[in-house]
């Protein structure tokens, strides 16, 4: 095997998504399959390393959400220390992680999914796309590339001016907020909170156009998974791990991240590379369905629908709004756009309250320690979900195992699911138009899975889609990208 | 002692006779590029960076371990010399593992800094079958052999400057690297003296402060340069006594 290794390589979860869609006699839809090919050959490429370049390993490994496992990483790293980092060092963390959930979510929402919302599933390929947008509604265009760089701005003055800032380590951070930058980033911030209020308004509109897409993008019961605060509220980065149901009823006990692995078993399937995590427990009468037991779902929708309240002004009005239309817990996976935006108002809101907190990075930053335990586990909040990271080190903290749950790994069966109903809704035999292509690789994008496929800006998804006869036979294949 | 005149890179210079051309090239003003070298240490001519043209000589020769000669006409900057650089710096690179966003000496490293200097960004390279583990034994400090470039320079200033010749150099081919002692694992070097000389002289990340993160090298590289200049100024007063 032979590849290019830049000096500051980025390696991505590369490749087409692929799908298959399956048809029994009548020439209605059997079966789906939702393929994508995951980097492997991680865990070797980390043996042996240091657990201190953990952080900045695995966020080149994945080149989509680097901040997320730089966060993580440390946090796995805290645990192999046995500290708890100084409470500064949490706290700065704590902003790095809020702005990368703005960033993305800006970008998700924003960028990617707008233009299907926005310009209608139908439209030209060619004009759905962010330019097609500017083109329509340069407003919604100009706010999400303003909101989008404040996050960004934000893990700057934290990180430094690198793409990717290893700056999260075992035990604490690197260094303090750039002064300078927090001064730009306090006058700025109230523009963003009105661009954010804006988005939740305007989205309203776009969901009451969208009924059929609304119903049928994942509509369907599952558990949900996310970290909550101490008080059952919306968190991102300390707490318990939780599940519900779809009523909202806690399964199990709350647990910590060093649990994970008692309470979610993964199983393997041949032919898609991912990994299919599952609820453990889920087995034992608390199944969610006959076709997919242990189902469950992670990221703005499993993280709003877990929550209490959001803990922030504007976020709860609009979290109230959200239930009062969809419920207590809305189930489609349409309304991950929905979640992503009142996450964009509990995000805006809690910077506002960091950027004016007088005792910010004040104190120690780092809390330094030997090799303690052999073994730690790392939880976050990823803008796309719950990301585990664990670590297995010898006594030098070398590192011996590893093993990562990625927010896309944890929807895969969710994925799987949701694209079945958006083939039964649409695809009415062999030949698939365009407008089928869009909803599916739309409803794919609700999750806003973090392949690289996924985050072509301009243009569509690399996607290939194929419709086999009951006997698997190739009926019609339809790719693009 | 008589003076030697020369050009290095059109630059007319006078420099003592026993000087080398690494050392003669920065009073022209001419910083010649090499690995291996470092001010206080014995000269190896091992990395064959420093390669420089002289006119009349069919080939090029490495400036560090190259005297002064009288009317010399150096090149230090030619094509020929910078693609040669090039090569040696691709293959340094495709020897070892050199991810700079993960290493504690990115912004501080001398290889980094010559691959910005010669436009050097990607390389072709094939994983080595088995990777050198990273021996973290010691209790301050750690070495991982896929970054070590193999200058020798830790091995010399163990050697020539703490006296305590506990590195060595080991194997064959991609497998070489340095051993501590006879082949133990550093921490258990009974010779080491814990001095850090060996780690503030290595140009990259290979030897590293435990604990420390990415871009984090604190070890002032210069500090087995100051040391021996010191020891050499101290002797010197000793003699006028
Ligand atoms: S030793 Fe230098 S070139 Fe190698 S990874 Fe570290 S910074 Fe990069
Ligand atoms: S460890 Fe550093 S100083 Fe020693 S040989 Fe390797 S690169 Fe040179
Ligand atoms: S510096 Fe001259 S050969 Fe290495």
Redesign the interface.
Known sequence: ?????????VTRIEGHAKITVRLDDAGAVQDTRFHVVEFRGFEAFC????V??M???T??TCGICPVSHVLTGAKAGDAILGVEPPPAARQLRRMMNLGQILQSHALSFFHLSAPDLLLGFDSAPGARNVFGLIDAEPEIARRGIRMRRFGQEVIAALGGRKI?P?WA??GGV?GNIDPEALERLRTEHETIVHDAKWAWARYGELVDAHPAEVAAFGDFPSLFLGIVSQDGNWEHHDGLLRFIDAEGNRVGEDFPAERYADVIGEVADADTYLKSPYHLGAQGGKAVGPEAPGTYRVGPLARVNLAERMGTPLADAALAEFRGEFGRVPLGSFHYHGARLIEILACVEQLGELLNDPDLGRGPLRA?AGINHLRGVGVSEAPRGTLFHDYRVDE???ITGVRMIIATGHNNLAMNRTIGQIAEAFVTGPDVAEGVLNRIEAGIRAYDPCLSCSTHAVGQMPLVLRVEGPDGTLLHEVARG | MAGVNLKIDGVEIEAPAGENLMQAAVRAGVRVPGLCQLDGLSVVGACRMCMVEIAGTPRPRPACATPVGESMDVHTDTPRLREHRRVLLEML?AEGQ??????VASGACEL?NL?AELG????????PPT?L??D??HPRF?Y?PSRCVLCTRCVRACAEVEGAFTWGVAGRGRETHLVADLGVPW?EAESCTSCGKCVSACPVGALFE???????RRVPRALVSTLTARRERESHREVLK
Do not use: W
Not at chain 1, 1 to 9: E, K
């Open positions: 095997m032979s590849r290019t290794l830049l000096i500051d390589p043996r042996g390393r240091s201190y370049e952080p900045a390993l966020a080149r990717h290893a380590v075992p690197l330094e030098d903290g070398r | 690179f050199h991810i700079c966003a993960a290493c980094q691959a050097v960004d990607h390389v072709n390279f094939t994983p990777r583990e990273m973290l034994s750690g991982d921490g435990k604990g420390t993160s990415v871009g984090e």
